[in-house]
């Protein structure tokens, strides 16, 4: 089972950015919609953002549009997580994962292949 790598999370003071990169290491990804999902402790893992094969259309959670950015770069089999004006609440592990199944892009039971995950931490 193929799985992705993400990487870029670390420690940052609220209102800081750090950017998430998520790698697959096969060209067949390009062909899927990607997406971000992060799971606070005590918590349900939840939807971030989702970029589909071609680039767009791109979905967000109400509770990161306008602060997140997610891209996607098939040359490379890598998507983006640009976050900026993060908050407390966004601490958590971040993972990415291709959507292989059918369902919403919202609901993670449409993704499989999940990586290991990347902790964000944000200090107030």
């Known amino acids: 089972q193929v799985q992705l790598v993400e990487s870029g999370g670390g420690l940052v003071q609220a209102g800081g950015s750090l950017r998430l990169s998520c790698a697959a290491p096969?060209?067949?990804?390009?062909?899927?919609?990607l997406g971000w999902f992060r799971q606070a402790p005590g918590k349900e893992r939840e939807f971030v953002a989702a970029v589909s094969a071609n680039g767009g259309p791109i979905y967000y959670a109400d509770s990161v549009k306008g602060r997140f950015t997610i891209s996607r770069d098939n040359a490379k089999n890598t998507v983006y997580l640009q976050m900026n004006s993060l908050k407390p609440e966004d601490t958590a592990v971040y993972y990415c994962a291709p959507k292989l199944n059918s369902g919403s892009y919202y609901d993670l039971r449409a993704y499989d292949n999940w990586g290991q995950g990347t902790q964000v931490t944000v200090s107030s």
């Open positions: 096969e060209r067949t990804f390009s062909s899927y919609t």
